[in-house]
């Protein structure tokens, strides 16, 4: 095994079983070096300037983004792509209706055979990494052999990655190992594929986000759901932020979105003027891992370090946080350049700069129709610098949540907020929930489909089983968190959005912590608890006026029944491990519309 130069890549591990499949996987793959990465800053500059060699990335211009480099992933290779998503367990019915099953054996032996001298003539990077505060009884270890540079250095903003991740093996919970190639990046061969049984992933043929950083989405939340239902926690597609009232008592929140539906941005929320001596941090942006802890409350924790977030649509005004996280020591990939080394992306000013590069490295022409940056293009910053980061975030006993939030994205039927009667009602609300589909994941955008707990492409089991763990969890949770349901994105007629949205809504979100703390009030609706016009705060934003509101909070009795047939969609896929709990609540919601 040759090391890349004297100085970088030599941190060697001396846990044998790390050694040992290193060893077995580099026999496989055939790199012609073995570099073993130690996460440090050193290390990072000559991993840069390895990559501005080979064209990887590009410096910005470094006065106005200072440490950011601009990547251009393959245009086939933009986004998760859910139908080459594998869960590899012993049987079909583990890994459910809702996912696509391989038989490991045969999984294996296909991933195999495509691995074969796949790193010939490349490096192939170790890269340890820790997921979640160093220290923390939830934190869990992983370690992935990568031969992508980009991947490497998105890592080590994404996770605590080097010799801290060593550290943390225990006997008991041992390391997760992952193994990434890009290969050809031909959409053909390309699997990201799960074995929760052997705690392992193998991704090949994606470069890209989620496909690729096998920390996030593979590691974090489809093998963490299967762990945490074994050992009774919770892996959650879910942001996590604090929020403080003037008065200093500070409400732990917990929110699932589906993809590009609003997480970042909401972790993130600057409440509006009026709400003086309001608070907002942010713990995580987009998951969550959630544990009962001693005092009977459910504690969660951020396993991330960073942000992998969403450019389009984000500024100044809609989400200045974001802006200022990114103003250095960001990576962006597939948003749109301009000759001295700016960035532009659609949403970010008006007007876009002259002479711009597409995402695609094309002259760009506004009158063409076309977008500059790609739709799903993001943005990589250490959560470090984000200006409102919660202290809380590094914090090994994680935060006590106050509320779960679900939310979809739905130009119709769901009002902007409702209050569920109880834990299994709020279940059955996750369960149910449906949102329009964007451009985060490949496929056709804007269709509304059935996205349960925003986990539809993350559960790492059988969907059924999942809610049954999620109403078990009642059982050893004492204080309950409450449960709500909102929606930012209803439209009217003309298909204008009929809410503000980003930093309005903190007038929501100050209503779900007095619900918490049950200090307003609510009306009884067949679909929860929802408030009236005068229990939300509407100080500064005349424009809400109470028609406007009903508008908003409208349960049109058509467009529910319609929606409980399209619940009835995903009930009947699930059939076999559906919980009865939750065809007794559609009941019930029917009776009472
Ligand atoms: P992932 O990283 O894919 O999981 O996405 P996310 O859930 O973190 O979504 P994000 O906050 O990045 O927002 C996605 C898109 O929705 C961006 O273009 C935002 O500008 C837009 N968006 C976020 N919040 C709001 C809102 O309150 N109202 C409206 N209209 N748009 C919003
Ligand atoms: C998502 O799609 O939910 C993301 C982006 O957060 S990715 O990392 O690609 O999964
Ligand atoms: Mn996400």
Not at 169 to 181: L, M
Not at 276 to 282: D, H, M, R, V, Y
Not at 496 to 519: D, Y
């Amino acid at each position: 095994m040759t090391p890349t130069t004297e100085k970088f890549g030599n941190l060697r591990p001396t846990n044998p079983a790390i050694l040992e499949w290193v060893t077995h996987t580099a026999s496989l793959t055939q790199p012609d070096v073995i570099f073993w990465c130690d996460g440090s800053e050193a290390e990072k500059n000559y991993l840069l300037e390895q990559s501005i060699q080979q064209n990887i990335l590009q410096p910005l211009n470094q006065t106005k983004w200072p440490g950011g480099y601009y990547h251009r992933s393959h245009p086939n290779d933009v986004a998760r792509v859910e139908q080459c998503t594998y869960i590899c367990t012993e049987t079909a019915e583990e890994a459910g209706p809702t996912n696509n099953w391989a038989d490991p054996k045969e999984m294996y032996q296909k991933l195999y055979g495509l691995l074969k001298g796949s790193m010939r003539g490349r490096t192939m990077f170790v890269v340890p990494y820790l997921m979640g505060p160093p220290g923390s009884p939830l934190s869990k270890v992983g370690i992935e052999l990568t031969d992508s540079l980009y991947v490497v250095l998105n890592m080590r903003i994404m996770t605590r990655m080097g010799e801290v991740a060593y550290r943390h093996i225990t006997e008991e919970n041992g390391f997760n190992r992952g193994t990434h190639s890009t290969l050809d990046c031909h959409p053909e061969r390309r699997f990201i594929c799960h074995f929760p049984a052997d705690n392992a992933i193998i991704s090949v043929g994606s470069g890209y986000g989620g496909n690729a950083l096998l920390g996030k989405k593979c590691l974090a939340l489809r093998i963490g759901s299967a762990l945490g239902r074994r050992w009774g926690w919770m892996a959650e597609h879910m942001l996590l932020l604090c929020v403080e009232s003037p008065e200093g008592e500070k409400s732990y929140i917990a929110a699932a979105f589906p993809s590009a539906c609003g997480k970042t941005n909401f972790a993130m929320l600057i409440p509006p003027k009026s709400f003086e001596g309001w608070k907002i941090t942010t713990v995580g942006d987009d998951i969550a891992w959630m544990r009962p802890g001693p005092n009977g409350r459910l504690y969660a924790i951020n396993p991330e370090s960073g942000y992998f977030g969403v450019v389009p649509g984000t500024n100044m005004q809609s989400n200045p946080n974001a802006m200022r996280s990114m103003e250095k020591d960001t990576l962006f990939t597939n948003v749109a350049i301009t000759p001295d080394g700016d960035v532009w992306w659609e949403g970010k000013d008006n007007p876009p700069p002259k002479d711009l590069l597409d995402w695609k490295g094309n002259p760009w022409d506004p009158k063409s129709g076309e977008k500059a940056a790609h739709p799903n293009s993001r943005f990589t910053a250490p959560m470090y610098n984000n200006p409102v980061l919660a202290k809380e975030a590094d914090s090994p006993k994680g935060v006590p949540i106050d509320a779960i939030i679900f939310g979809g994205r739905r130009a119709t039927t769901m009002p902007l907020v409702f209050e569920a009667f109880n834990w299994t009602h709020g279940v059955y609300i996750g369960a149910t929930v449906g949102s329009e589909t964007t451009a985060a994941a490949v496929g056709v955008m804007g269709q509304v489909r059935r996205d349960p707990m925003a986990m539809l492409p993350f559960c790492g089991y059988n969907m059924g089983s999942y809610f049954r763990h999620w109403l078990n969890m009642r059982h050893h949770i004492a204080i309950l968190p409450r449960i709500f349901h909102v929606n930012w994105f209803r439209k009217d007629t003309e298909g204008n959005f009929l809410w503000p949205g980003f930093g309005e809504n903190m007038r929501v979100l100050k209503w779900i912590v007095q619900r918490c703390k049950n200090t307003i009030g609510a009306i009884e609706a067949p679909i929860g608890w929802m408030p009236r016009y005068q229990d939300l705060d509407w100080k500064g934003l005349p424009e809400i006026t109470p028609e406007k509101f009903a508008q908003l909070m409208k349960i049109d009795t058509k467009e529910w029944l319609h929606e409980l047939m399209l619940q009835d969609e995903l009930f009947m896929k699930i059939y076999t491990t559906l919980p009865k709990e939750l065809v007794y609540q559609r009941e019930l919601l029917i009776a009472r519309l």
